[in-house]
């Protein structure tokens, strides 16, 4: 498949019962729920402000922040994972994605004007919007978009990625690995490396294949795949390694 923008993979003719992503538990998430969630995720983060021009923070790694960062696309956002805790003097932060508990804990300080969006366990406090809950109440439809290629998607603080780039390294990826429709991606690096976020999510998306979130607990599977992105030489399961460092720098 090809696109310009990373909305054109989730539209609503996408939307299947295949396989699209995989948590680290081996709960299985199909095309229908990436998309319609996608949608859902958008139209709740439209009410923390989120817009084009805007930077949204994202912590984990799990299937909540995959659709935060999703939500932030369709709205024409900078996602930024794994931002730092000190933001208060970045002045187009708009939102920050995180666990309750981190967010409760004092331990990030925002701009004024910020909106804290937590996942997971209800939040205690009143000013922090409650992802989980929200999303599902959410219309499960979104908007016709006409996103422009050169919109900024994704930044690691130093560098800023456009859709129009970040599909383009996501094809190079495809090219170079062979990566076809039904193969399984494994994210085993941190997703604040933009090329992570390409090489795992991205292109498997691209390709038709199927996200797999990586964990360290106990009990996951030994090998989840057929490619793992981790920039660890030899220290993956799957029989093919994608390497962060390879990936054409978008």
């Known amino acids: 498949m090809t696109a310009a923008t990373v909305d054109e993979l989730l539209t ?12 680290a538990t081996g709960r299985e998430f199909d095309h229908h729920w990436l998309c319609t969630t996608a949608w859902q995720s958008g139209n709740f983060l439209r009410h923390s402000g989120v817009r084009k021009g805007v930077t949204v923070g994202i912590v984990g790694g799990g299937p909540l922040a995959v659709l935060a960062f999703f939500g932030t696309t369709l709205l024409e956002g900078t996602t930024r994972f794994e931002p730092p805790t000190d933001l208060a003097d970045e002045d187009d ?18 701009p004024r004007g910020a909106q804290r969006v937590g996942y997971g366990a209800k939040p205690d406090e009143p000013d922090i919007h409650h992802f989980d809950a929200g999303v599902w109440t959410e219309n499960p439809a979104f908007p016709p978009m006409d996103v422009d290629p050169a919109t900024a998607i994704l930044t690691d603080g130093e560098r800023t990625v456009t859709h129009a780039a970040a599909l ?24 604040a490396d933009p090329r992570v976020v390409v090489a795992g999510i991205l292109a498997p998306l691209l390709a038709a294949g199927v996200i797999v979130l990586g964990g360290d607990e106990e009990g996951t599977a030994t090998e989840r795949g057929e490619y793992a992105v981790s920039s660890e030489s030899g220290a993956v399961p799957e029989s093919s390694r994608i390497d962060p460092d390879g990936v054409s720098r978008p």
């Open 168 to 191: 383009e390294a996501a094809a190079g990826v495809i090219d170079e690995y062979g990566l076809e429709a039904g193969d399984r991606v494994v994210v085993r690096d941190s997703l």
């Open 93 to 110: 932060f708009r939102a920050l994605v995180a666990p309750v508990p981190d967010l409760e804990s004092g331990l990030y300080d925002l």
């Open 12 to 23: 609503r003719e996408r939307r299947d019962d295949r396989t699209a992503l995989v948590d």
